[in-house]
């Protein structure tokens, strides 16, 4: 059993299918189909249901997936480490940002991070906060933004920013008429804009939707946050924003809540996992204007 056995068979797993691990893996889907049959041979178990498009694991191939996920990490780890000590003007920084964030919070941070690092690669996925969790637990990013108080488990973080939520409304709408806030059961009146499954915005008010009487009038649901605030502007609904994206729109109001509402941003990588110098100058850079630091010597 060896390194390429394990990622082969961690791909098969992660796409459920035999060809697509192939395209991942940019090899022959007979390659692949030779692998995962010498690895079941050489250990004397099968690894995998095979159903006629779909394969699954088998209690066996549950066992051995979680040591295999756990060596890959570690091939990785010490690859970036010993590139590193072979040459430190030169990484990789793989992070996930919210939409909503990417475009209106970190342009300005990614520019001036740039400037500071000019060698350094920095790669940006933007994902709902729930998608980009899964992602930093795959090894598919090495940090990300996500949304909460608390770091979930199996995650480290640091806190990033605390932002208010805000209505938002077109400028003419009677709920922007000089008052100073709006309450939950003002806004759930109007017709709704929401954003879709998988996105922090839609989970809040998914969740005060449920602990309150209301019964909303949802009329579009949208993962493009550039689209909810056109159609905010056509007067079709309100929405929800974080305040720093609409508070300089002319066209939108922003409305406080009362009580108010507030995010709570973190930036989150995987706790196990080796966090190279290159990302640790990310997120000390990111973190230096909170007055939060992280060490980054070696």
Not at 12 to 24: C, L, P
Not at 212 to 228: R, Y
Not at 242 to 257: G, I, K, Q, Y
Not at 279 to 290: H, K, S, V, Y
Request: charged share 25%.
């Amino acid at each position: 059993m060896d390194r390429r056995m394990l990622q082969v068979f961690s791909e098969v797993v992660r796409q459920g299918s035999f060809t697509r691990a192939a395209e991942k893996l940019y090899i022959a889907q007979p390659a692949v189909s030779i692998t995962i049959r010498k690895l079941e041979e050489e250990l004397e178990l099968t690894l995998l249901n095979r159903q006629e498009k779909q394969v699954s694991l088998t209690t066996e191939g549950e066992g051995l997936l979680r040591h295999a996920e756990s060596i890959l990490d570690a091939f990785a780890a010490a690859e970036t480490e010993m590139a590193e000590l072979r040459d430190l003007t030169h990484g990789e920084v793989r992070i996930g940002i919210p939409p909503m964030l990417s475009s209106y919070y970190f342009p300005k941070i990614i520019g001036e991070f740039r400037r500071c690092y000019p060698y350094l690669q920095l790669s940006v996925n933007g994902e709902g906060a729930a998608n980009l969790q899964q992602m930093i637990r795959k090894g598919e990013i090495d940090m990300g933004v996500i949304a909460g108080a608390e770091v979930p488990d199996g995650l480290q973080g640091k806190h990033l920013l605390r932002e208010e939520i805000v209505a938002c409304v077109p400028i003419d709408h009677p709920l922007a008429g000089g008052q100073p806030a709006i309450t939950l059961a003002e806004f759930l009146r109007e017709p709704l804009i929401l954003y879709q499954e998988g996105y922090f915005m839609r989970k809040l008010m998914d969740e005060l939707i449920a602990d309150s009487d209301a019964t909303p009038q949802v009329i579009f649901e949208t993962n493009l946050f550039t689209m909810v605030r056109s159609l905010v502007k056509q007067q079709m609904g309100v929405s929800t924003f974080l305040r720093m994206v609409v508070s300089d729109d002319p066209e939108l109001a922003a409305v406080s809540f009362d009580p108010p509402l507030h995010l709570d941003l973190q930036v989150a990588w995987k706790a196990d996992r080796y966090l190279s110098r290159s990302n640790r100058a990310f997120l000390e850079f990111l973190l230096q204007g909170g007055g939060d630091r992280l060490d980054t010597a070696t």
